[in-house]
């Protein structure tokens, strides 16, 4: 059973930084599309950042680029969310997701994600 657990969601002013790690646990073999999405009240589900692990194959959607920065350790199975320079328009639940292993690419569609944590919490206040 995969299990992905997300942490570091908190309440910040704007203009601060965070990071959210999202651990992976309870599979085998590779693990190839991870992403994080962010959903606020009232709107959809959307992808923020996604990585190819094990390659330098990474996005972030326009609205964060040069802010949120995607990465990995594959020692601790752990993928991170670097968030830089947040504003209030940020504030969402974010979630981790991984997408099945029979995919080699990543996917800007929610349900095309078969493996979610919980959410964690971001607020930024002006």
């Known amino acids: 059973q995969v299990q992905l657990m997300e942490s570091g969601g908190a309440s910040v002013q704007a203009g601060g930084s965070l990071r959210l790690s999202c651990e992976a646990s309870?599979?085998?073999?590779?693990?190839?599309?991870m992403a994080w999405f962010r959903q606020a009240p009232g709107k959809e589900r959307e992808r923020v950042a996604s990585l190819l692990t094990g390659t330098s194959v990474t996005y972030v959607v326009d609205s964060v680029k040069g802010r949120f920065t995607i990465s990995q350790d594959n020692a601790k199975n752990t993928v991170y969310l670097q968030m830089n320079s947040l504003k209030p328009e940020d504030t969402a639940m974010y979630y981790c997701a991984r997408r099945s292993d029979i995919y080699n690419s990543c996917s800007v569609q929610a349900s095309d994600y078969n493996y979610w944590g919980q959410g964690t919490q971001v607020t930024v206040s002006s």
């Open positions: 309870g599979y085998t073999g590779s693990w190839k599309c």
